[in-house]
């Protein structure tokens, strides 16, 4: 029989799959949660171009966010631009404000003037208020304004949470599940008193999936709700999606009472219509399950043929309960 461990790690390997392996970072370790476009938050991946000269014009037509353009917008005083085109592509703002973010970083750690990166975090902080303002999420522009005013030692532990990070994900690319779980703890106690949101969403997600290879269910599904809670946050729609479907499995793994079956509706409800067929099978796989292990059998029949899901969802069954400790 199929070890519920290699059934439930198999969903998670699939949804990250169906998610988009373009959307991983460069030179990210294979297996990384894929976050929306990569950049200094995620640990591998350089900073985006400031200006659109950098890039080929057929390269500029497809992204929906031209620095160049916006910071053309910003200077002229047209922010209800800056607030639509935000507005558009919520899931590119945190990259697009982090790249100014990143830079001015840089620049202090090259030895620049404190003034040439104050440029760059300025520019940073300004966009995150307008994010904020599209949006209406305080979550940006404390973001950004906790990253600018780090000074010397809290930007080193910075940089330590994003080798954590990266010791975690390759870790869990290893299949060392329990070494990666320890790495991603280590890099969230680093960037959770830093105001770094986008590093705790990554550690919290990174804790979620290394949790849910372990089958330590009750883990995985405690950190699974905080991080799909800071994903959506962030508009990091494809980390949120994962992570809600950790919840839902380690859930029902868990034999709680609702069986996962709220998390696995939700992440149903988040399907678009431009997501793969792909992706909308695997989510109705998990929301059948639940139904079915919630005995609602007309709605699983309509979820199913909805995805095109031809067979009955197979049952993992879910995990005993351990039994009380015996007293002294």
Same mark, same amino acid.
């Given at each position: 029989?199929?070890?519920?461990?290699?059934?439930?790690?198999?969903?998670?390997?699939?949804?990250?799959?169906?998610?988009?392996?373009?959307?991983?970072?460069?030179?990210?370790?294979?297996?990384?949660?894929?976050?929306?476009?990569?950049?200094?938050?995620?640990?591998? #991946?350089? /900073?985006?171009?400031?200006?659109?000269?950098?890039?080929p !014009?057929? $390269?500029? %037509?497809? @992204?929906?966010?031209? =620095?160049?353009?916006?910071?053309?917008?910003?200077a002229?005083?047209?922010?209800?631009?800056i607030?639509?085109s935000?507005?558009?592509h919520?899931?590119?703002?945190?990259?697009?404000?982090?790249?100014?973010?990143?830079?001015?970083?840089?620049?202090?750690?090259?030895?620049?003037?404190?003034?040439?990166?104050?440029?760059?975090?300025?520019?940073?902080?300004?966009?995150?208020?307008?994010?904020?303002?599209?949006?209406?999420?305080?979550?940006?522009?404390?973001?950004?304004?906790?990253?600018?005013?780090?000074?010397?030692?809290?930007?080193?532990?910075?940089?330590?949470?994003?080798?954590?990070?990266?010791?975690?994900?390759?870790?869990?690319?290893?299949?060392?599940?329990?070494?990666?779980?320890?790495?991603?703890?280590?890099?969230?106690?680093? #960037?959770? /008193?830093?105001?770094?949101?986008?590093?705790?969403?990554? !550690?919290? $997600?990174? %804790?979620? @999936?290394?949790?849910? =290879?372990?089958?330590?269910?009750?883990?995985?599904?405690?950190?699974?709700?905080?991080?799909?809670?800071?994903?959506?946050?962030?508009?990091?729609?494809?980390?949120?999606?994962?992570?809600?479907?950790?919840?839902?499995?380690?859930?029902?793994?868990?034999?709680?009472?609702?069986?996962?079956?709220?998390?696995?509706?939700?992440?149903?409800?988040?399907?678009?219509?431009?997501?793969?067929?792909?992706?909308?099978?695997?989510?109705?796989?998990?929301?059948?399950?639940a139904?079915?292990?919630?005995?609602?059998?007309?709605?699983?029949?309509?979820?199913?043929?909805d995805?095109?899901?031809?067979?009955?969802?197979?049952?993992?069954?879910?995990?005993?309960?351990?039994?009380?400790?015996?007293?002294?």
């Amino acid at each position: 029989m199929i070890s519920t461990r290699l059934v439930a790690a198999s969903i998670v390997l699939a949804l990250h799959s169906l998610l988009g392996a373009d959307a991983t970072a460069p030179g990210a370790p294979a297996g990384t949660i894929p976050p929306s476009p990569p950049t200094s938050a995620s640990p591998n #991946a350089p /900073p985006a171009p400031a200006d659109s000269s950098e890039t080929p !014009a057929a $390269a500029i %037509q497809e @992204r929906p966010l031209v =620095a160049g353009r916006l910071e053309r917008w910003l200077a002229d005083g047209d922010k209800d631009l800056i607030v639509q085109s935000f507005r558009r592509h919520p899931n590119e703002v945190l990259p697009f404000v982090d790249q100014y973010l990143e830079r001015g970083l840089k620049l202090l750690e090259g030895n620049a003037s404190d003034e040439t990166a104050m440029n760059e975090f300025r520019k940073g902080v300004k966009f995150a208020q307008l994010a904020t303002d599209a949006l209406r999420d305080p979550i940006f522009v404390e973001y950004a304004g906790s990253f600018a005013s780090w000074n010397e030692t809290e930007r080193t532990r910075f940089r330590e949470g994003q080798k954590a990070a990266r010791q975690g994900a390759l870790a869990l690319k290893k299949g060392d599940a329990a070494t990666a779980l320890e790495r991603y703890a280590a890099s969230q106690s680093l #960037a959770e /008193p830093l105001g770094d949101s986008w590093g705790l969403q990554m !550690a919290l $997600a990174g %804790q979620a @999936r290394s949790a849910h =290879a372990m089958s330590d269910w009750a883990r995985a599904a405690a950190v699974a709700a905080k991080a799909m809670e800071i994903s959506g946050r962030l508009q990091l729609r494809n980390d949120e999606i994962e992570t809600i479907v950790i919840c839902a499995e380690s859930r029902h793994q868990l034999a709680e009472p609702d069986a996962g079956l709220g998390y696995a509706r939700l992440a149903w409800s988040k399907l678009r219509t431009d997501d793969s067929e792909q992706l909308r099978r695997r989510i109705a796989e998990v929301l059948v399950a639940a139904l079915e292990a919630k005995n609602f059998p007309q709605e699983a029949a309509k979820i199913r043929s909805d995805a095109c899901l031809t067979e009955p969802s197979p049952k993992s069954p879910p995990a005993e309960k351990p039994a009380p400790a015996k007293a002294p």
